[in-house]
């Protein structure tokens, strides 16, 4: 997520590539990262010197890494006034403030496709980050697809179990749908082909269209067609109830990782408390309007 961060940062001239230092544990990836970049991003051998005079400090590691970051941020000279984000998958905001010492933090979970700019990002913050740092920070996910502002940390776990982790449910959808062409006769190629563009087009069509999912897959089930014949058995083998508790199972995980009460949801003692509907990020700043002397600071 971190590599996927940078390159639309550079392209949209967020934030010059000279601008912009990384650490990783793993040393090939940062010449990797090097190498695309012609040498113009700057590396670090350790997370205090990458960090050092940074305006916003992205962290981007797998959350059982979370306290090295934590104790390594703590010998840090970090600037009061910096702001952290974190992609990291469960923890939560008041792990970040304990950890690391710092009280700007933001909380978001991008998904996968932010890799080719497609991605969504669901994102929230602590309440001493002012509206004008707020719009930057949403300008930088915005770069890589979509951004949604809640003021509820809690929808945070809700977004990873439907859009931080549905990439993989998706997946595994294909991979089934072009399996059973395969075996069906087609070639492998033209199963995917087929696969791949009947679920672009049907996400396209979806949106375009706005209307609810069901008349969607209403207007192509003809009675006793070929159609009815196989949502028949999807229904039959509780298709719907396996993907919903896949998404409950996720969402529990999250909270699990995030060290809150996961005993939540159909058949457990406890219900997610009865959130409002999430608020969506009020400003939708121009990308003109954020190219400032304050957005070319140093990020890292």
Known sequence: MAQALISPLVSTNLQPAENITIYDVYPPTVQEIQDEYEGKIKTSSSIPDAVDGADLIVVAVKPQNVCKVYEEMRKSDVRPDATLLSVIAGKPISSFLKGTGMTKIARSMP???????????????????????????NEVLKSFGKSIFVDDENYIDMSTSISGSGPAYIFLLMETMIDAGVHMGFSRDTATTLVHHTLLGSTLYAMESGQHPAILRNSVTSPAGTTASAIYELENGKFRTV???????????????GGADSNVGPGRISNPPPFQTPSHHPVEAPVNEMVDDDSTKKMK
């Open 243 to 257: 993907i919903k508790d896949a998404i409950w199972a996720c969402y529990r995980r999250s909270l699990e990782m």
């Open 111 to 137: 998904n996968t496709p932010a890799q080719i700019g497609q991605g969504v990002t669901v994102w929230c913050c602590t309440g001493n980050i002012e509206m004008e740092e707020r719009e930057k920070i």
